[in-house]
């Protein structure tokens, strides 16, 4: 099957994670993807390294999120680059970018100049908290994000403090959401151009608009935090304003009751989701739990309730109370680190590995390897792989000045 995105092109601005993650996952999908780098340094993410690793002078996590892509090294601030940016902009079909707010407009890229550029272009804009508020020059980043959304009170147990967590969510989310608001004014600039014939029309079918079918997709790290909370959110606000309150002892979800958690067995650890705590109690031959009204109490309750499971499941292990859980069909499941995880069939049975190589900036020009992780989506049975590591920075500048710039000006 031929790539979704295949045709399209993207101009990248964006640095760092959740603009190169909505890159990275448009890459994946078959589009073109140009990053836009600052001569000398290029997207500050190639010196940001996670557990100090590196490779070939690029940072680990740079390689994780810049897979499948170009890059063009451009100074906005010189004006032969410039132009040379604008003309590239004549010939894309989405501009994505994280500048600070005003950046763009000082520089002359903001939309309403684009959209003169290229009325078609679908522009992509990722902030820290909007565009408007008292927190627009706030840094937007991952771990600040988190912490003014009400997230760190969710996880960890009543007694901890606010608990962050582990990985770069609110990067990883806005760009979720960057790619599907590109898709989206994608298909509808499709149709308006299905619809009209042309684009010399005020309207085509279903009053899409047709001579201008270009978008302005805007998204920010506290709104994609706050959508992913919305199961929280909506209930504190239909349940009177109460605070989210985090049980004494594992603590997995706070609106949830017993026995929702992770509990330590004799030798390992153990989940256990949400069900009927009396099956559960004479699964685990549980007498302290088996009573008829239990499920009654199952958040009214649910400290003491947790506090007996734990007690309980110490005195076994994982294996001994999983083939008990699995044969009364409870929803359970031991805890597993990544070691375990690499090694088991049901990971090897995804194929999620991926390996990508380039040629090292050295004099002998060997290939160095990244072993990272593919696109997570199917379509009719077909994942989407590309071997191509992250460029070298300005790595195709030349070909696409040869190329894409040459060509544009011949037809000038």
């Known amino acids: 099957m031929t790539q979704p995105l295949k045709g399209i092109t993207v101009l990248e601005f964006s640095q760092y994670l959740a603009g190169p993650y909505a890159g990275l996952r448009l890459a994946d999908l078959g589009a073109r993807v140009i990053k836009i780098e600052r001569p000398g340094s290029g997207d500050a993410c190639r010196n940001l390294a996670t557990k100090d690793l590196w490779v070939d002078g690029d940072s680990l996590l740079f390689h994780t999120i ?36 005003g950046v763009m407009e000082k520089i002359g890229l903001d939309y309403t100049s684009v959209q003169a550029i290229n009325p078609r272009i679908i522009y992509g804009e990722v902030s820290g908290y909007g565009n408007e508020g008292p927190w627009v020059h706030k840094p937007g980043q991952d771990l600040l994000a988190q912490a003014v959304s009400g997230l760190g009170w969710l996880s960890g147990n009543r007694d901890q403090g606010p608990v962050p967590l582990g990985l770069a969510i609110a990067d990883m989310l806005c760009g979720t959401h960057l790619a599907q608001g590109v898709l989206a004014a994608l298909v509808r600039r499709q149709r308006a151009t ?6 010399s029309v005020n309207k085509g079918a279903e009053g899409i608009e047709a001579g201008n079918t270009g978008a302005k997709v805007q998204v920010s790290l506290l709104e994609s935090m706050i959508d992913f909370q919305f199961e929280g959110l909506t209930t504190y606000l239909n349940n009177g304003q109460q605070s989210p309150s985090r049980s004494e002892i594992a603590n997995a979800h706070t609106f949830l009751g017993a026995p929702y958690g992770i509990y330590q ?12 705590l009396g099956p559960l109690a004479e699964a685990l031959a549980c007498p302290a739990l088996n009573r008829n009204d239990i499920d009654k109490e199952a958040f009214s309750q649910r400290d003491t309730i947790k ?5 309980h499941l110490r005195t076994q292990s994982t ?3 999983m083939q008990r859980l699995n044969a009364a069909a409870i929803w359970a499941s031991e805890v597993v680190d990544y070691d375990t995880l690499l ?16 040629s090292a900036q050295n004099a002998h020009g060997n290939e160095v390897t990244v072993t990272t ?18 460029p070298v920075l300005g790595a195709d500048t030349a070909h696409i000045r040869q190329t894409l710039l040459a060509k544009q000006e011949v037809a000038q």
Request: proline share 5%; charged share 20%; with cysteine.
């Open 307 to 311: 506090a007996t499971l734990a007690e």
């Open 319 to 321: 294996d001994y109370w």
């Open 373 to 390: 992780t593919r696109c997570p989506l199917q379509i009719n049975g077909q994942r989407f792989t590309s071997h191509r590591a992250a």
């Open 66 to 101: 810049n897979r499948n892509k170009e890059s063009f090294c451009a100074d906005l601030k010189n004006p032969g680059d410039l132009a040379a940016v604008r003309q590239l902009i004549r010939q894309a079909d989405v501009m994505t970018h994280n500048f600070r707010p």
């Open 194 to 199: 299905k619809y009209s014939g042309n684009y």
């Open 343 to 358: 090694q088991h069939p049901a990971f090897k049975a995804v194929a999620m590995e991926l390996q990508v190589s380039r």
């Open 265 to 276: 067995t004799k030798d390992h650890w153990i989940a256990i989701s949400m069900g009927p």
